[in-house]
């Protein structure tokens, strides 16, 4: 079964810039689109990347997000960080023409 | 606005079934996909499956077909997601999420909080 896998936690400083990447194990995760979304403890998942490099509205432009054939990787980088950054971050993909799934999330700490 | 709500928490007992529900309001319900993601204590999200309520072409992960269904019904622009037989390791919280302008879950519901007691 195709898996995306995460680092299990990144820590920055507040300001500072944080690149969490999403390896795909098999195929090119470049056939596919990425997506990224963010959980704070309590609170549903919203998304703060959409098909590999696209923000939603109200998602501030410190939120980037790019694919990476040669390295079949997917990144979602933040800058300026703020305590209000810190969250859980996952990403999503297909792995079939059927099925999706998210990799298994990067818990990101801002101290 | 386009909002999911979700049905209450349930406390059921290994066995027992469930029937849980996704209230689509602020687009039309037949015309985006519809998931389900569970979110086990202390653990990350997982993908169930997910359905199309115009045509109920329904797609699920090799990991949750046959333990769970997913349905829709349109006249109540309502999707649902049912356990025949549950079991304590289906204690978790599940999210239902929409599709909108791209192909990702735009939309999510607040979570329904599932409790199975062995």
């Known amino acids: 079964n195709f898996m995306l896998t995460q680092p299990h936690s990144v820590s920055e400083s507040p300001g500072k810039t944080v690149t969490i990447s999403c390896t795909g194990s098999s195929g090119s995760i470049a056939s596919n689109y990425v997506h990224w979304y963010q959980q704070r403890p309590g609170s549903a998942p919203a998304t703060v990347i959409y098909?590999?490099?696209?923000?939603p509205s109200g998602v501030p432009d410190r939120f980037s997000g790019s694919v990476d054939s040669s390295s079949n990787s997917a990144s979602l980088t933040i800058s300026g960080l703020s305590t209000e950054d810190e969250a859980d971050y996952y990403c999503?993909?297909?792995?079939?023409?059927?099925?999706?799934?998210f990799g298994g999330g990067t818990k990101l700490t801002v101290l | 606005e386009v909002q999911l709500v979700q049905s209450g928490a349930e406390v059921k007992k290994a066995g027992e079934s469930l029937k849980i529900s996704c209230r689509v309001s602020?687009?039309?319900?037949?015309?985006?996909?519809i998931g389900w993601v569970r979110h086990m204590p202390g653990e990350g999200l997982e993908w169930m499956g997910i359905i199309y309520p115009g045509d109920s072409d329904t797609r699920y992960s090799p990991s949750f077909r046959g333990q769970v269904t997913i349905s829709a019904d349109k006249s109540i622009n309502t999707a649902h997601l049912q356990w025949s037989s549950l079991k304590a390791s289906d204690t978790a919280i599940y999210y239902c999420?929409?599709?909108?302008?791209?192909?990702?879950?735009?939309?999510w519901g607040q979570g329904t909080l599932v409790t199975v007691s062995s």
């Open positions: 999420a929409s599709y909108g302008s791209g192909s990702h879950f735009e939309y």
């Open positions: 098909e590999n490099n696209q923000r």
């Open positions: 999503q993909s297909f792995d079939s023409s059927s099925s999706q799934v």
């Open positions: 602020g687009h039309l319900f037949t015309s985006y996909w």
